[in-house]
């Protein structure tokens, strides 16, 4: 099947690599020369494992290309993919201006029949928005799906492979048939296509979404709770995720949670629900919480140095707002670093990929130097931190950390260490919840 991807973004990049994997033609079309011309040397613009080896594959085998010209993208697609981005208003709704700039020029240059899909995480209504602007400006039969994507990064490859379930929101039959058979591909094992209207499938991204946010934070709160009574929150966690009817997924508490989606669509669902004249009161404390819960590992950094960090070096390991990708969007590592740098200490941090994209949010200066290998941002550190929990981070060299730390403490913002064996090494630790 031709297929075009209008966007080449996370999702948009993933996604047509991914169409271009099973057979599929597919045109990935974005407004960035240059992002286009890195494209089609190989050179992949976001971090996400698997990603490079498949996009230069399919372009080498002819499947997947890459243009400009939104006319060329689309004049023999029978499907177009719309994977735009939709950030954050300033009253927390989605930003839909792309979406309906690009829906109209496809609109004005459009001959045949097409089906049209939102692929971006957009707000409930979306889809009957964009057939309103076809309707409108031409009489060719266009069909308007929305098919919200389900991808984790740091494994978006293997999700888009691989999917839990594909959610198809249509009341076209024919619009239907052709996307089942376009996916038929990934759930040859059984995983589920669900089918049900538009404004259902829209509404259903973001509600799995919240739901995460809500888990983690509930967590967060948990963990909170545990530092002041002397539980364990480990513990807790493995309690309560052996409960069939709970399960022990994101149910790790940490220093609160970032990234491209679940800041933006908890902002969206409430405000949807404000527009609807609903109040969100749970999501609203999620976003309380989760505000709170980045400021909890300077809190335990104040508490043990008596209030007073001034002239302090740290050690920061992890950037990114989660491991296996190198996005620092509302990531909590901003935040922590920008607290203690207020505070007049020190940082040298480090991030196996993120370094490139913090230091245009944070450049470094005389208070903040970047270390590309973690070791060497503990030479001369106090302390070290920790802020996501990479893999490399998780067996350090304790005698190294033992002999390079000016004081032997850690606070680890991800409990990725175990709090007895590094007391057993002489480190005052702090984690999240734990005794």
């Given amino acids: ?69 939104i006319q060329e993208a689309v004049v023999n697609a029978k499907v ?11 009253d927390g709704a989605a ?19 097409k089906v049209i899909v939102n692929k971006s995480t957009v707000p409930v209504g979306t889809a009957e928005k964009v057939k309103a602007i076809f309707d409108k400006e031409t009489k060719i039969k266009v069909e308007v799906v929305s098919n919200p994507e389900f991808l984790k990064e740091g494994a978006a490859v293997q999700d888009f492979l691989k999917p839990d379930r594909i959610v198809i929101g249509s009341s076209s039959p024919e619009a239907i048939e052709v996307m ?22 829209e509404l259903t991204k973001y509600a799995a979404n919240a739901m995460l946010a809500v888990r983690i934070s509930f967590m967060n709160e ?54 609807n004249g609903y109040e969100f009161k749970t999501l609203k404390a999620v976003q309380e919480v989760n505000y709170k819960q980045k400021k909890v590992l300077v809190e335990k950094i104040l508490t043990h140095y008596n209030g007073n960090i001034s002239g302090k070096t740290f050690a920061v390991w992890g950037l990114s707002f989660k491991p296996k990708t ?4 509302d990531a909590p590592s901003v935040e922590v670093i920008a607290a203690l740098l207020e505070h007049g200490a020190k940082v040298q941090a480090s991030d196996p990929v993120a370094i490139p994209g913090m230091m245009k949010v944070l450049p470094e200066s005389d208070s903040l130097q970047y270390r590309r290998k973690n070791m060497k941002a503990l030479e001369g550190a106090d302390a070290l931190i920790i802020v996501t929990e990479w893999n490399e981070f998780r067996n350090p060299d304790i005698d190294l950390l033992v002999s390079t730390l000016k004081d032997k403490v850690i606070f680890d913002g991800r409990n ?6 590094m007391r057993e090494h002489g480190f005052a630790y702090y984690g999240i919840g734990r005794r």
Avoid: W
Wanted: proline share 6%.
């Fill in 180 to 201: 089942e058979e376009l996916y038929e591909p990934f759930v040859r094992t059984g995983n589920p296509i669900y089918i049900m209207d538009e404004k259902s499938a």
């Fill in 326 to 329: 190198d996005d620092i969007r």
């Fill in 416 to 421: 990725i260490y175990d709090p007895e064996k």
């Fill in 222 to 275: 948990i963990a909170n709770i545990c530092d002041r009574v002397g539980a364990d929150v480990d513990n807790v966690r493995k309690g309560i995720g052996s409960d069939g009817r709970i399960g022990p997924q994101f149910l790790f508490p940490g220093v609160g949670f970032g990234g491209s989606c679940f800041p933006k669509d908890v902002s969206a669902i409430i405000k949807t629900a404000e527009d």
């Fill in 1 to 69: 099947m031709n297929v075009a991807i209008i966007g080449t973004g996370y999702v948009g990049l993933v996604t047509g690599a991914g169409f271009a994997e099973t057979g599929n033609h597919v045109t990935c079309m974005d407004i960035a020369q240059e992002k286009i011309d890195a494209l089609k040397k190989g050179v992949i613009p976001i971090y996400e494992p698997g990603l490079e080896e498949i996009v230069r594959f399919n372009v080498q085998e002819g499947r997947l290309q890459f243009t400009t010209d």
């Fill in 80 to 90: 177009i993919f719309l994977a735009l981005p939709t950030p954050q208003g300033a």
């Fill in 95 to 113: 930003d839909l201006s792309r979406v309906m700039t690009v829906a109209k020029q496809l609109a004005k240059i459009v001959t045949e029949p």
